[in-house]
């Protein structure tokens, strides 16, 4: 094999929120997660692209670090990976290391820590389009010359933004077998302070800047990182969200249901002769899937949101903001992005808590994460509220559903913050309290990455329906039919049914909070994913209905059979429980502790438990 | 009626074997590896040993968790141990000073 064919080993490296995974989607035609806020990336990330000449690319996205001296677990992946210490990976034949343009007196710094492992490495001076808009000029020439490796200038964002790179790359002749290498440190040189007085000298030699921030960051920041006023503009935000996600979602779940009740109606009548099958369509498939189908726009709208807030770099002036507030209950700051993430899935928010520094501040976030309202959730609450609760205005502008919708959310944050403050009352030790974060600036959510992460959003939960939500859903249908009842029955045939039995038998424990036995059945498989709690609701109830176009009205079954009581006892139950399986097993393996699971799941059951028995039997004496 | 069984039959086989291989990864693999295992016997016709072959699983490279919900090849596999020594919480008691 010679020289040009053999595959390059390159690593990403650089401050966090420099640009990595953009540049690395860029490179690769990737379409890893980008946000403006530093700590998204926590994992190695693998992709390869073929560079003009044919020579194959193999690159690796490693987390942001502002040190090799690592601080906190992503930084110590991205750490051994350079020095070769990583179980498994051999040294990277390059390092390109990524600088933000218009910030190089921090992101240089890391450059030259870099530098001293001694191998072969190459500058990418990300987001050069912002640094000009600036008025920052920067003589790369000159920069070579003082560091003594190349620099290229990229624009993640822009199509053929990595030109020079990829050129500069193909242009590189891959060095020998790649040995461990100890960092070499040029001795008592090497010092941070003399690091700083390097980085200074250079800035000095080849970068011209107006000023140092963003007059425009500066003017927007005055507003919003106000002590009073940018705690209101941050709940307004959240509220607005909310409403939104009830007031514009309906016109298209209203398509979306009759569309699924029409043919579940029309597939129900070509097998009519086919009683066994007929019930297998119409009952299990169209019912439980078409019902959680019909959550999809509210998925979307609500991620809209998150994507746009998450693009903008507002979210790490949320963190700041609530700082003190989530200190007083024994978070951090930092505890910010991992929860906010966990409004999405609570997997990838306890897999963010890895830049989390302090292991007990961790711990208290890895534990009250799946409080967080997750998506998963939304078909859950948004059925029992368009159910229960009628869509009025209130103070002549705010959707009622909406407000009881940011209701539960809220609840959700505030009983994290109890929880978090009950771990910190319990905690021996203390945390020291110093959040140094870096702010970046603002920008305009791009409309292609928006829609990239609403289409990866739309394919994550269409996956789930055709996926876990089908096969559960069938297994259901299956338990709900089987064995027919006896000769001579009185009861509903599915009261015969396995499911029916195992029901039964759970309402003695849930009884006391209003649970029936249809909703009993529901919450096992709850278990492996909420959503499947309303498509197995709907199975439920349409084994029973009479006709067809009633299997796809679950909501309209529930509000006739329920109490409201019981329709709020099972609100309260899903801000707390049940967490489903992979949740536990990610904090099995993140905090490599049985224990840990067993407490999480202990005291969100019985949190979930005390909360319904509280709501079911006010709102009984009330009701 | 015969229809109707093989039909239902054969949904509620593959929903259990997707419940098993989304929450017992690591056991529904080794069942699989087992079963197709046997089929590749000398004295199996060769179709049968061409398919235990091509259907014996590979280890796990799914996406990461990080990705969010249902991304991975399931969180629960034990492929997905952790990647370095650091990441495991680890606690030492702070000096009293």
Redesign the interface.
Known sequence: MNATAATLRIALVGNPNSGKTALFNRLTGSQ??VANYAGVT????EGRFVAPSGRVMQLLDLPGAYSLD?AS?DE??TR?ICEGR??GEAVPDLIVCVADATNLRLHLRFVLEVKRLGRPLVLALNMMDAARKRGIRIDVGALEKALGIPVVETVAVQRGGAAALIERLDASVAPGPASVSAPVDSGAAATEANLHEQVRSMLAAAVTMPRATSAIDDAVDRVVLHPVGGLAILAVVMFLIFQAVFTWAAPVQDVITNGVTDLGVWVGGLLQS?P??HS?VTDGLFAGLGTVLAFLPQILILFLFILMLEESGYLPRAAFLLDRMMFAAGLTGRSFIPLLSSF??A??GI??T?SIQD??D??TTILVAPLMT???RLPVYTLLIAAFIPRRTVLGLFNLQGVVLFVLYFAGVVSALAVAWVIKRMRS?KSEHALLMELPSYRLPNPRDVAIGLW??AK?FL??VT??I???T??LW?LSSFPAPPEGATQPAIDYSFAGVIGHWMTHVFAPIGFNWQICVALIPGL??REVAVASLATVYAMSAADDAATAQLGATIASQWSLATALSLLAWYVFAPQC??TL??I??????WRNVWISAGYLFGLAYLASLLTYQIARALT | MLVQTLVISLAVAWASWFAAKRFLPVTSRRVQARVLASFDRSSSPDWLRDFARRTQPHSTSGGSCGDGCSACGGCAAAAAKPAVEAQPLVFRPRSKS
């Open positions: 890893q997660k926590v994992e190695r990330k690592a677990p110590a992946i051994d990583y179980p086919m066994l099958l297998l999405a899935c997997i990838p897999m963010a890895r292991p007990r961790r711990l997750c998506s998963a030790d990866e959003r994550i996956r789930r996926g876990i089908l096969s559960l069938v297994l299956f492996a994913a399986m992979s097993a990610v099995r393996r993140e905090t490599n502790s």
